[in-house]
Nanobody
Framework: QVKLVESGGGLVQPGGSLRLSCAAS????????MGWYRQAPGKQRELVAR???????NYADSVKGRFTISRDNAKNMVDLQMNSVKPEDTAVYYC???????????WGQGTQVTVSS
């Protein structure tokens, strides 16, 4: 059974940095595209960043140049480095894993990120 556990959320000031981590278990990690999504109050969940099994990345336009996604296949982890954060980055951030053959998606429980002075 797929289990995704996020950590690293919290309160950060505008312009600051935060690093989110997601630990995956119960899967053959190298068979999954990993991603981070976020959902702000009253808004739909949206893709933040995604990284394929080969390391190809893509980002939402709103975070390009500020956020960096990375994965460690030896540790079954995916991180999201968030720099120069803005109040509009405030949301619950979810780790996502999608199997490359079946497209079956799994989600973590989410971690709150609040950007405020």
């Amino acid at each position: 059974q797929v289990k995704l556990v996020e950590s690293g959320g919290g309160l950060v000031q505008p312009g600051g940095s935060l690093r989110l981590s997601c630990a995956a278990s119960g899967i053959i990690y190298t068979m999954y595209t990993m991603g981070w999504y976020r959902q702000a109050p009253g808004k739909q969940r949206e893709l933040v960043a995604r990284i394929t099994t080969s390391g190809t990345t893509n980002y939402a336009d709103s975070v390009k140049g500020r956020f960096t996604i990375s994965r460690d296949n030896a540790k079954n982890m995916v991180d999201l480095q968030m720099n120069s954060v803005k109040p509009e980055d405030t949301a619950v951030y979810y780790c996502n894993a999608v199997h490359i053959w079946s497209n079956t998606a799994s989600w973590g429980q989410g971690t709150q990120v609040t950007v405020s002075s």
